[in-house]
Each structure stands twice: as structure tokens, then as C-alpha cells.
């Protein structure tokens, strides 16, 4: 297994241009969401998906839309970067048995650093 | 507001020696505890975790201890090696897949 995978790994914007960072996983979780890790900050979660065609906010999710159309995919789009999005992101996934059930390790991704300009 | 914290930003260690990383959490909802391992350029990898209904568990090298009297959390490496430097983050969940709290890190460092 590939586990997760990120693309691109490096990536240079100029301010109001858009992109999508691609995740994929293909362990068939369930689970998976997009983190950005700052400095001297802990990862803050941007975006989650409980499943294919769900998705939800989590605790930074403004400048940033995701999509869950498939298990394996979970694509993070940018509409119009701003250097404040400057930022490395992480993508992860786990296994997900429902709410109240036994929370399971999150597998991450080697993480797309963008700078935007 | 609540939030998860590290005692030291770097900690250097002698090869061959144990290490202790520190956590300090102020959420008393929290349940469910992780450690993570970061490597430069690379993403978290889990290490290992502990529910709130246990004190002590153990892994390869490693062992976490949770003490909810006064909301601590440590990690403990024993024999650490070169390939133990990295960053260590604490996590700690309130319930739910989302809500996970990261801590900024402790960067440790193995002198040979």
C-alpha cells in the first residue's frame, strides 16, 4: 500500500490565483481531513470527510472548499490564494466506525508546502 | 481557552540515554491521547496513544504515561537513538474524529 499520497509536494502561487492540493488513500478509510501546520503552531484542521459526498468545517476552513466524491480522493481547493494560506498542508486518513465508536489513528500524508506570494 | 502545550521546545539527548517528553493539557473532556513523530520534510507519524481510562501503556521503546490529577501527559524513549530526532507532538481528542488539539511540538535532538 501507497498509504496516503499528496500532490504537488512543492507549490508556488501568486495572491488570487486558485489551485487544488490531491490527496488520495488506499487503505479504504473512511475518515479523512486536511491540516495546515504554521510555525510554532499545532496543525489546525482546515477541512474533514466521515465518507464519500460528506463533508464539514472544521477549525480553519475560510479560502478553502473540499469535495469527497470518491472514498480514495480528497481533493483541497484554493479559489484565490492569499499569503496568509502560505502554509505547509497535511493530509490524513483513518478508519471511521461511526460516532461513538473507537477513534482510530490518523495515517498523514508527507504534506504539500505552498507559498504564496 | 483549552489548549494542549509542550514543557520544552528542545530537548538534546546522549545517545543510548532515555528521554522524556512532557505535555501539559488543560481540556478535562479529553479522553484519548496521541503522540506523534515528525521527521524534517516528512509528515506526523503515529507512535502511540492512550485512553483516558488507563494510566500507563507501553510500545517498542516506547512508553506513555497519563496523569489526569494533574493533566500530564509524557512520553518516555528509552535507548534512544540517532534516528529518534525529530519532533514530538502531543494530541488530545474531546470526542469526535474532528476535534483533535496538536500541540506546537518538542524537538529532540540525539547527540552520537
Known amino acids: 500500500n501507497a498509504g496516503v499520497t499528496q500532490t504537488p509536494k512543492f507549490q508556488v502561487l501568486k495572491t488570487g490565483q486558485s489551485m487544488t492540493l490531491q490527496c488520495a488513500q488506499d487503505?479504504?478509510?473512511?475518515?479523512m481531513s486536511w491540516y495546515r501546520q504554521d510555525p510554532g503552531m499545532g496543525l489546525r484542521l482546515i477541512h474533514y470527510s466521515v465518507g464519500a459526498g460528506i463533508t464539514d468545517q472544521g477549525e480553519v476552513p475560510n479560502g478553502y472548499n473540499v469535495s469527497r466524491s470518491t472514498t480514495e480522493d480528497f481533493p483541497l481547493r484554493l479559489l484565490s490564494a492569499a499569503p496568509s494560506q502560505t502554509s505547509v498542508y497535511f493530509c490524513?486518513?483513518?478508519?471511521?466506525?461511526?460516532?461513538?465508536?473507537?477513534?482510530?489513528?490518523?495515517?498523514f500524508g508527507p504534506g504539500t508546502r505552498l507559498l504564496v506570494l | 481557552g483549552e489548549s494542549v502545550g509542550l514543557h520544552l521546545p528542545t530537548l538534546s539527548v546522549q545517545e543510548g540515554d532515555n528521554s522524556i517528553i512532557n505535555c501539559a493539557y488543560s481540556n478535562s473532556a479529553s479522553d484519548y491521547f496521541i503522540w506523534y513523530k515528525q521527521e524534517s520534510g516528512k509528515g506526523p507519524q503515529f507512535i502511540i496513544d492512550i485512553r483516558s481510562n488507563m494510566d500507563k501503556r507501553q510500545g517498542q521503546r516506547v512508553t506513555v504515561l497519563l496523569n489526569k490529577t494533574v493533566k500530564h501527559l509524557s512520553l518516555q524513549i528509552a535507548a534512544t537513538q540517532p534516528g529518534d530526532s525529530a519532533v514530538y507532538f502531543c494530541?488530545?481528542?474531546?470526542?469526535?474524529?474532528?476535534?483533535?488539539?496538536f500541540g506546537t511540538g518538542t524537538k529532540l535532538q540525539v547527540i552520537p
Open positions: 490524513a486518513s483513518s478508519y471511521y466506525k461511526g460516532r461513538g465508536t473507537k477513534r482510530e489513528t490518523q495515517y
Open positions: 494530541a488530545e481528542n474531546t470526542g469526535g474524529y474532528q476535534k483533535v488539539t
Open positions: 487503505m479504504n478509510h473512511e475518515y
